[in-house]
Nanobody, 124 residues
Framework: VQLQASGGGLVQAGGSLRLSCAAS????????MGWFRQAPGREREFVAR???????AYADPVKGRFTVSRDNSKNTVYLQMISLKPEDTAVYYC???????????????????WGQGTLVTVSS
């Protein structure tokens, strides 16, 4: 599966953005999907994930502010972000996987395919 992320940009603190990740090449509904982010000088970290059945999970720093969803008819996963903070500034990556178990889905190695990343910059 190939992934193309979009929707990043510059936003003021408190603002909102919606990231999209379009998938192609394989049956999208067969994949669980994840969002990760990487800030300068930091390791890539888990943000959110959604299973094939639509079950979601979030990293603690984004709970209550970010919402992950998927539209299988459009082969797309979304990350709606509200109440953005400067510490949310990072390159955001979408990822797809099919072999991991539920407890492993917060780890990058559970995902076999990655998008190119989209930069989100939150100014204070």
């Amino acid at each position: 599966v190939q992934l193309q992320a979009s929707g990043g940009g510059l936003v003021q603190a408190g603002g909102s953005l919606r990231l999209s990740c379009a998938a192609s090449g394989r049956t999208f509904s067969n994949y669980y999907m994840g969002w990760f982010r990487q800030a300068p000088g930091r390791e890539r970290e888990f943000v959110a994930r959604i299973t094939r059945g639509g079950h979601v999970a979030y990293a603690d720093p984004v709970k209550g502010r970010f919402t992950v969803s998927r539209d299988n008819s459009k082969n797309t996963v979304y990350l709606q972000m509200i109440s953005l903070k400067p510490e949310d500034t990072a390159v955001y990556y979408c990822a797809a996987g099919s072999q991991g178990i539920l407890s492993s889905l917060r780890k990058p190695n559970a995902y076999a395919a990655w998008g190119q990343g989209t930069l989100v910059t939150v100014s204070s």
